[in-house]
């Protein structure tokens, strides 16, 4: 027997659902399987689904729908006209380079007079702060125009103001109560602004703030814009969607200087990037820079048009990645150790370990500790706290990573008297706060998680799209599929359940048998599986018996040949248990049944199920439902199958629909 790892949420689907879904095909020339996704995650009517698929720049907003935008265009183009000097002011991740880097082309194309400045995530920490800005007075700057940050700076911005120094925010975070008093504020989240759609990146922002500027929309630049969107986890939809579609072509067939350097160094094939490429490939090279150095390199790099410069600097980056790589694993290490011992302890006096998990330590870099979070989760589905100790002045700054059904912003402003700062949002948050309140801050948020989770809150849940059949994977629903993306944060990569498939064939691959491939399906028509870190499960696994599945549908190319190719994730196996047929199923059945034409009840359900491979449980099913079909009658010890009988689907057998239902129940948790 193999138990799924994780909760499996089927998403709900209706009568309603399937007309939507067969409006959509039919309309669109799409295959069942691509209309009944996009109908699942919102894009229910012609319209909106064409403009899912093939929205571009025609779907722009106008960027003077955002609050504050006027202002802020007549404050840069005053001085511009003035001569006055600007300066950038980003931030140090991927999100915060990257809009520096788009502002630092556009004002260079406009030929302003300007810098950028991005604060030391070590020696300054995040966002504007009180030297920066004095520095920026001594320099003559008279405009600061911030992107990535600035929405929580009431107090610094009111500084710059007695300097002299005018202030433009750009963000998009979430705005507090007390919004800066600067000369303008872009952000789509502050309340009375009209802008419709409030998932732009800090660099999406900057993008809006550049299309005004320039009167057109710079898609020039829009490889910088999708890193930044892809890196923020921002939701791949409206706007985002299109900008990231609109980067990743630029990266593949016209890429930067820049682009072109990170690739090589970091072993990045432009020609077949995807949204996954980028947040895996490069971002984390950007990253690296403000994580370990500062990330003005990331800027340097970003901004050149100067190869022997991009190379060099993308190859620092690499270094610097490959670092970070090694301070990650070495902190990872330290702090599951802790965790360990405070879980043994926990044992020893036969409590409960603690409901979140949180850890502090001397000397580890909070460059990384968001990292190191995130990793920790994984392991153990706990929210996760890590903090960096400072030894002289005994302040921790920490990151935080959650699970679902456990709000960190929530918790954090639960206990706000015991932190020095704090932000974020439900699934991740950073704070500060004195070493010597951590056991009470600790105690504090594992009491607010007892209160909030529920028992099946600390399982992790694996949500799944639909069920889709082997039948159905084919190359050309994979093509169709590919429509959909780019896929990221608010629109995933598909997750398909192949109920019950049949397992034709299984063996381990890969040094020292460590993955598993299978085979599923009959006949001419199989689907190839693989499981990474899956080859242990190969020995459980039977030929013939049935499945289910869990994964992604891609194309595998070998050898010049195109396959479908199933990407597992998880999957149950009970060779014990009785699985709900298929339609396919019943109708083999009942060919049997019309052979026979009339055979004696005893007897008949063990021949049946020896024939067909299916359970004697399964075969009883069957036969009740065949029956209250009016197929065959059973009395007096015979079976007889009807002559030609009325076609009627199986749905309207109430014993089939009662059976299909707690079986659905027994397997599956409720709609998401």
């Not at 006055?84 to 991740?93: L, S, V």
């Not at 994977?473 to 599929?481: G, K, M, N, Y």
């Not at 020292?512 to 399906?521: A, F, N, R, T």
């Not at 015979?638 to 239902?661: G, V, W």
Request: hydrophobic share 40%; charged share 25%.
């Amino acid at each position: 027997m193999i138990q799924r790892k994780t909760r499996w949420a089927l998403a709900s689907w209706s009568e309603v659902d399937e007309q939507k879904a067969s409006n959509l095909a039919s309309n669109l020339s799409l295959r069942p399987l691509v209309a009944k996704l996009l109908v699942k995650r919102g894009f229910d009517n012609v319209e909106a689904a064409e403009r899912f698929l093939r929205g571009g720049v025609e779907h722009f907003h106008d960027p003077y729908l955002l609050r504050g935008m006027k202002e802020a265009v007549e404050r840069i183009k005053q001085a511009a006209e003035n001569d006055e000097k600007i300066r950038i002011y980003g931030d140090y991740d991927a999100d915060g380079v990257s809009s520096t880097s788009l502002l630092v082309h556009v004002f260079r194309s406009l030929n302003y007079k300007f810098d950028y400045y991005i604060p030391h995530r070590a020696l300054e920490g995040y966002g504007l702060n009180k030297n920066a800005i004095k520095l920026a007075a001594d320099e003559g700057i008279s405009l600061i125009v911030t992107v990535d940050t600035g929405i929580s700076a009431a107090e610094e911005i009111a500084y710059a103001g007695e300097l002299g120094i005018d202030v433009v925010v750009t963000d998009h975070h979430e705005p507090p109560e007390q919004i800066p008093s600067a000369c303008a504020v872009v952000n789509p989240k502050q309340n009375n602004c009209d802008y419709p759609f409030k998932g732009l990146a800090g660099v999406g922002v900057a993008f809006k703030l550049a299309h005004a500027l320039l009167e057109r929309p710079p898609l020039e630049w829009a490889d910088i814009v999708s890193l930044g969107t892809i890196a923020d986890l921002m939701p791949l939809k409206d706007e985002n969607r299109i900008l990231v579609r609109y980067g990743l072509e630029r990266l593949k067939n016209k890429p930067s200087v820049g682009f072109r350097a990170l690739a090589e160094a970091g072993g990045i094939e432009l020609d077949t990037i995807t949204s996954t490429g980028v947040a895996f490939g490069m971002a984390p090279r950007i990253n690296a820079a403000g994580r370990l150095d500062h990330a003005k390199r990331g800027v340097e790099l970003l901004t050149t048009d100067d190869y022997d410069n991009a190379i060099l600097a993308a190859i620092s980056l690499d270094s610097l990645n490959k670092e970070r790589q090694r301070v990650v694993e070495s902190i990872v290490k330290e702090a599951e150790q802790l965790w360990q011992e405070k879980v043994a302890e926990a044992e020893a006096i036969g409590i409960a370990s603690p409901p979140v998990i949180v850890l502090a330590g001397e000397g580890w870099n909070v460059g990384v500790i968001g990292i190191v979070a995130s990793k920790l989760l994984e392991r153990n589905y706990k929210p996760v706290i890590i903090l960096g100790i400072d030894v002289e002045t005994g302040m921790c700054k920490g990151s935080a990573r959650s699970i679902d059904g456990f709000d960190l912003h929530a918790a954090l402003t639960a206990c706000d008297e015991l932190l020095d700062h704090y932000g974020g949002h439900q699934a991740a948050a950073g704070m500060s706060l004195h070493r010597d309140r951590l056991p009470e801050f600790e105690q504090r948020l594992g009491k607010l998680a007892d209160e909030w989770l529920s028992e099946e809150d600390w399982i992790p849940k694996t949500a799944v799209d639909l069920l889709c059949s082997v039948n159905e994977a084919t190359l050309e629903t994979i093509t169709e599929l590919s429509q959909l993306e780019p896929f990221g944060m608010g629109n995933p990569s598909p997750r398909l359940l192949f109920q019950h498939a049949e397992l034709a064939d299984r063996r381990t691959i890969g040094k020292e048998s460590k993955h598993l491939k299978l085979s599923l399906g009959s006949g001419r028509r199989l689907l190839d599986g693989i499981g990474f870190s899956m080859g242990m499960l190969a020995a459980g696994l039977q030929p013939g018996s049935k499945i289910d599945v869990i994964g992604e549908l891609s194309v595998n190319e070998w050898n010049g040949q195109r396959k479908p190719q199933l990407q597992l994730h998880d999957m149950h196996y009970d060779p014990a248990a009785a699985l709900f047929p298929e339609r396919e199923d019943f109708g083999k059945v009942y060919q049997q049944l019309k052979l026979l034409g009339e055979a004696q009840l005893a007897g008949l359900n063990e021949r049946l199920s020896k024939q067909s491979g299916l359970s004697l449980v399964t075969v009883d099913l069957m036969l009740d439902v065949f029956e209250e079909l009016q197929f065959i009658e059973r009395s007096n010890g015979l079976m007889i199958a009807a002559t030609s009988p009325q076609k009627r689907d199986l749905t309207t057998s109430e014993r089939y629909r009662e059976a299909k239902a707690k079986y659905e129940a027994s397997q599956y948790t409720a709609s998401y």
